[in-house]
């Protein structure tokens, strides 16, 4: 089944602790990115990737980091986790213009 | 930033009732997606209509696109129950980044 797989699906973690989401697509998209969904504020972009090797900044980067080492993951680091980083995050990728297909989500809480 | 702004911000409608909503955006497109989300689930990919479109149809939806007042509209007919969700349009630039920007989306709830 084509999807795209986010893990964890939730995750509480301690301020400054380094976490890892990670994304895989079984699709071959070369273009892949990172959303954060917050209450009144939307679906905001944090990092995109073109293919392997290649990312770019989105609207909120700050806080965040990610690598494109291999076409189907790209995982989201957060080095130091802070707690206006809580929020629903989601992966999703295109194989360009057409239509992304999203990941299920991963809320995670910062304490 | 956001590129699209929905409007109306909520809707209310009886099942089998039309639903319309819509859409403005401020630059230049390449393409205009919708997508539907369920309640804090992933969101789903609708319909895609490219800047030298004017309207698709796919099943029960119908997207509009008018280019020259940067607005768009979908239009979902004789709804049900199960269409109750947010719907967010998506623009992808005609230059520079080509990642997707979302509005702040409708909330649709259709009641039985």
């Known amino acids: 089944e084509a999807q795209v797989t986010q893990n964890p699906r939730y995750l509480i973690t301690v301020t400054g602790k380094k976490l890892t989401v990670t994304c895989s697509q079984n699709?071959?998209?070369?273009?892949m990115s990172w959303y954060r969904q917050d209450p009144g504020l939307g679906l905001r972009q944090i990092y995109y990737?073109?293919?392997?090797?290649?990312?770019d900044k989105g609207d909120v980067p700050e806080g965040y980091k990610v690598s494109r080492k291999e076409k189907r993951n790209f995982p989201l680091i957060l080095e130091s986790p802070s707690p206006n980083q809580t929020s629903l995050y989601f992966c999703?990728?295109?194989?360009?213009?057409?239509?992304?297909?999203f990941g299920s989500g991963t809320r995670l809480t910062v304490v | 930033s956001q590129q699209g702004e929905e409007d109306p911000q909520a809707l209310s409608i009886q099942e089998g009732e039309n639903a319309t909503m819509n859409c403005s955006y401020k630059t230049s497109i390449n393409n205009l997606q919708w997508y539907r989300q369920n309640s804090g689930r992933g969101l789903v990919h609708l319909i895609l209509i490219r800047s030298n479109e004017r309207e698709k149809h796919s099943g029960r939806l119908r997207v509009t696109l008018d280019t020259s007042k940067k607005s768009s509209s979908l239009l979902i007919t004789a709804s049900r129950a199960a269409d109750t969700a947010s719907y967010f349009c998506?623009?992808?630039?005609?230059?520079?980044?080509?990642?997707?920007?979302f509005g702040s989306g409708t909330r649709l709830q259709v009641q039985p």
């Open positions: 699709m071959n998209h070369e273009y």
């Open positions: 998506a623009t992808r630039a005609d230059t520079g980044r080509r990642a997707l920007t």
């Open positions: 990737s073109m293919n392997v090797e290649v990312t």
């Open positions: 999703a990728s295109s194989s360009g213009g057409f239509g992304y297909t």
